[in-house]
């Protein structure tokens, strides 16, 4: 129903910079108002990240990343990119796109991609 394709990452030292991006498609892509991302850390949970309401084009984001993550849109292509800047260890993660119908449930996802690995060293 719906596909969500991760891409970007890779590995920087801490204060560099990376930038992820998520591309949907499929039948049921249109129906889902809210396209973000949450990460996962060996050992830990999944992690609220950043998220883009379409309809409103608001932009939402975890306090551990705001004033350092970005989000972007290419509504042409369904593609929405995630700029980190001044990238910590702690943001070391997978990070997984996904759609959903609320931000409450961006974390836990309707549809979510693959995941791209983001390693930062000290």
């Known amino acids: 129903q719906v596909q969500l394709v991760d891409s970007g990452g890779g590995s920087v030292q801490a204060g560099g910079s990376l930038r992820v991006s998520c591309a949907g498609s499929?039948?049921?892509?249109?129906?889902?108002?809210?396209m973000g991302w949450f990460r996962q850390a060996p050992g830990k949970g999944r992690e609220f990240v950043a998220a883009f309401r379409w309809a409103g084009n608001t932009t939402y984001y975890a306090d551990s990343v705001k004033g350092r993550f970005t989000i972007s849109r290419d509504n042409a292509e369904n593609t929405l990119y995630l700029q980190m800047n001044s990238l910590k260890p702690e943001d070391s993660a997978v990070y997984h796109c996904a759609v959903s119908r609320s931000i409450a449930t961006i974390i836990s996802g309707d549809y979510w991609g693959q995941g791209t690995q983001v390693t930062v060293s000290s």
């Open positions: 499929g039948r049921t892509f249109s129906n889902y108002d809210y």
